[in-house]
């Protein structure tokens, strides 16, 4: 059992001390991956990665009633709150930008690591919710890799799953996802 995985269990139990220690044990790791999805940012952006993380932190645990099962539970969470904060946050772009027009293009692996423009973020956002109604195993690895930052063995050992299992639902998702932006 991980050293999360326990402490995420003594909050459980009610332990307070522990979501501190929980909070210092992951913040590198968190910050770690904002920082690798803010790389692309424009300088002077006002979402920069410790904004990220703590935003993060706060619609995960801020209410008091978080409770996550394990580490997967934990790190999917932190996933999917990174991701809504990233989505707002280019709403909020777009909106001010009225119809910026752009044009779309396909989900590509090889930017995977860095910032996408606000439209192709927004793209893959609508996407990965129809993806997640039609296979939420595979919608759960594209969060993994494409908002956590995770490589395929670090995202296969994360869900419980074999290499070989995550690359083929890797590949199925990815076609699935560059299918949907298209047709957009």
């Given amino acids: 059992m991980s050293e ?26 968190l910050k770690r991956i904002a920082a690798q999805k803010m ?11 410790t904004a990220l993380v703590h ?40 909106a001010a930008k009225r119809g910026a027009g752009a044009a779309h293009e396909a989900l590509q692996e090889d930017r995977l690591a860095q910032a996408l423009p606000d439209e192709e973020l927004l793209a893959v956002d609508e996407a990965l919710e129809l993806l997640t109604k039609e296979d939420p195993a595979a919608a759960n690895l594209v ?11 670090e995202a296969a050992a994360t869900m419980g799953m ?4 995550a690359e083929r639902t890797w590949t199925y998702a990815r076609a699935w996802l560059r299918r949907q932006v298209q047709n957009r």
């Fill in 162 to 165: 074999s290499l070989r299992s």
């Fill in 143 to 153: 969060k993994y890799r494409y908002f956590v930052g995770m490589n395929m063995d």
């Fill in 4 to 29: 999360v995985t326990q402490i995420l269990r003594d909050i459980r139990r009610g332990n307070q001390q522990s979501a501190e220690q929980l909070l210092s044990l992951v913040y590198t790791e």
């Fill in 39 to 49: 790389a692309g940012e424009a300088p002077g952006n006002t979402l920069q990665p």
């Fill in 55 to 94: 935003e993060a932190w706060m619609k995960m645990v801020g209410g008091g009633d978080a409770h996550f099962e394990n580490r997967a539970h934990f790190f999917s969470a932190a996933a999917e709150a990174m991701r809504r904060i990233l989505v707002d946050s280019a709403r909020r772009k777009k």
